[in-house]
């Protein structure tokens, strides 16, 4: 079950707000 | 870190995930990398609905504590946002779901805090004193709650 990722951080933020969820960042050196 | 069916499951049951990769996403890991500060890889940050840092992990974990991480992000969120009772449960759940992870002694400690912060009842702090009597004795956590211990420091 792969992650859905967002890579825009502020559009992200936007969906917790409206969604009452965290947003879980990861900042990451991993092959895509 | 996300191998695990259990990871990526949590994850995207309770967060909306956002990756910044340092190479294919280079500008934005400069931007949001030194608005968060952070300086290495893997960094997770859990960031409450307003945008503040809540909790932040360093390093690669494996899958059982990373999960342990996960949860008590979440109780952070939840306590910062003054629901101390959905933030109790949480820390409550970490330790007895994952007594073995590094989040647990942790979470026992918040717990406790998390705990006085709603009912402002000073025996809740004496209870979780009394709880690290038991167990994790040689974490740093054990050490901040014995001050409020009956004969506390």
């Known amino acids: 079950m792969p992650i859905d990722w967002s890579h825009d951080f502020e559009d992200a933020l936007g969906r917790a707000r409206l969604e009452g969820r965290p947003v879980l960042l990861d900042f990451s050196a991993a092959p895509m | 870190m996300y191998v695990d069916d259990r990871v990526a499951r949590f994850v995207s049951d309770n967060f909306l995930p956002v990756r910044v990769h340092v190479k294919d996403d280079a500008d934005e890991f400069q931007r949001l990398g030194g608005r968060f500060g952070a300086e290495w890889t893997p960094t997770i940050l859990i960031v409450d609905p307003q945008g503040e840092e809540r909790h932040r992990v360093e390093g690669f974990l494996p899958s059982e504590e990373l999960l342990g991480q996960?949860?008590?992000?979440?109780?952070?969120?939840?306590?910062?946002?003054?629901?101390?009772?959905?933030?109790?449960?949480?820390?409550?759940?970490?330790?007895?779901?994952?007594?073995?992870?590094?989040?647990?002694?942790?979470?026992?400690?918040?717990?406790?805090?998390?705990?006085?912060?709603?009912?402002?009842?000073?025996?809740?702090?004496?209870?979780?004193?009394?709880?690290?009597?038991?167990?994790?004795?040689?974490?740093p956590w054990a050490k901040k709650a014995s001050v409020w211990s009956d004969g506390g420091a």
Do not use: C, H, M
């Not at chain 2, 003054?82 to 647990?104: H, K, L, M, N, Q």
């Not at chain 2, 705990?115 to 974490?139: I, P, S, V």
């Open chain 2, 70 to 139: 996960l949860e008590f992000g979440l109780a952070r969120v939840d306590f910062s946002a003054g629901s101390y009772g959905e933030a109790e449960a949480r820390f409550r759940e970490i330790v007895e779901g994952r007594p073995d992870t590094e989040a647990a002694p942790q979470a026992l400690y918040w717990a406790g805090v998390a705990r006085y912060k709603a009912t402002n009842d000073g025996g809740a702090l004496e209870d979780t004193a009394r709880a690290f009597q038991g167990r994790y004795q040689e974490t």
